[in-house]
Structures are given as structure tokens and as C-alpha cells.
């Protein structure tokens, strides 16, 4: 989902101005006709979409999730601690997080409430996966979704389906 603001202004007989702020615009071309910058930044934010961030210890869930990526249009990223998750986030958007409950350092819940009290990174959604049953809590610190291990294919590829239907808006009206 990309977030931003537009804003329309008119004055009778003489025109109407339209301020389009769309988060991810650097390096705006004042030469470059308008149409042609938000194009360009739609494509930009469409193409950092592709990235599952997951942040688990246990490598063979990482192998697994690369697994069940391979036929998508998603590629994944690793980082087996929370603090490594959050900084990855610092500099990076991902589409989605798959985020562990239990682990070393600060733990799967703490790294949630920070996702979700971030304005850069609340927006993206946050599969929990846990062995432990723990979807209430989950869902009311934000969570997306939530997947008790071990995880199924067809479990994580629909969430993703899900999520993916859910950010689907692309239409433009200029």
C-alpha cells in the first residue's frame, strides 16, 4: 500500500491546482512533465514490493520460506535476530515481514510494537509465526496475519495472496 496526500484546490475562472505528494519521491526532475514523475515513482515503489522480510533464529525456516517463494514474484530477505530486522528497516520497505514470536535479544512482540509505532514501517504488513498459539495478542499489536509453525505452504502463499489483494490499488485518475 503506498500512503500519501493529494491535494485540490479551484478558483473559478481561473483553474485548478493539484498537489500529489507520494512517499518514496527523491530526486524529482523539474524538466520531467509530471505524468512522467509519477509514473516513474509508482514504478520505483512497485518494484521494492517484491521483498519478504523475515526475521527468524532458525535458518531452516528461512530455507523453507525461500521455498515456497521460488514460484512468486517475491524474493526474501534473511535476518535471524530482531535487532537486525529493525535496523534491515531503517533503510529498506519491505512488501511484507514474517516476523518469529521467540527470539534471541529482543523478542518477536517487542519488534512488532516498534513496526507498528513507526510511521515509515507501520504500514507494511506482519505475519507472526510461533509455535506457540498466540493470535489474540498478535492481532492486537498489529499483526497481519498469524501462521503457527510449522509452517504450510498453502498457509503462508495465502496470506500473501491475501495481502497482495489487499494492496492492489493501482488506479490513477489525473
Known amino acids: 500500500m503506498m500512503h500519501g496526500e493529494l491535494k ?9 491546482v493539484c498537489d ?6 527523491e530526486h ?3 524538466e520531467m512533465p509530471v505524468i512522467d514523475q509519477i509514473r516513474r515513482v509508482l514504478e520505483q515503489s512497485h518494484s521494492l ?23 512468486t514474484d517475491y524474493e526474501m530477505v534473511w ?3 530482531g535487532e537486525e530486522g529493525l535496523d534491515y528497516l531503517k533503510n529498506h520497505h519491505p512488501a511484507l515481514i514474517v516476523l518469529d514470536i521467540q527470539l534471541p535479544g529482543i523478542d518477536g512482540w517487542d519488534v512488532l ?10 504500514d507494511i ?5 510461533s509455535i506457540l ?6 492481532y492486537g499489536l498489529g499483526a497481519t496475519d498469524y501462521l503457527v509453525k510449522p509452517l504450510q505452504k498453502e498457509n503462508l502463499l495465502g496470506c500473501l495472496a491475501k495481502i497482495k489483494g489487499e494492496n492492489s490499488e493501482s488506479t490513477i485518475l489525473i
Open 125 to 129: 504488513p506482519t505475519i507472526m509465526i
Open 28 to 30: 524529482i526532475d523539474e
Open 20 to 25: 500529489i505528494i507520494i512517499p518514496h519521491a
Open 113 to 122: 510494537s516498534q513496526i507498528k509505532s513507526s510511521p515509515k514501517t507501520q
Open 8 to 16: 485540490i484546490s479551484s478558483q473559478s475562472g481561473k483553474g485548478t
Open 133 to 138: 498459539d498466540e493470535q489474540k495478542k498478535a
Open 79 to 81: 535476518m535471524s535476530t
Open 49 to 71: 514490493s517484491h521483498t519478504v522480510l523475515v526475521i527468524d533464529d532458525d535458518q531452516t525456516i528461512a530455507d523453507q520460506i525461500t521455498h515456497y517463494l521460488k514460484k
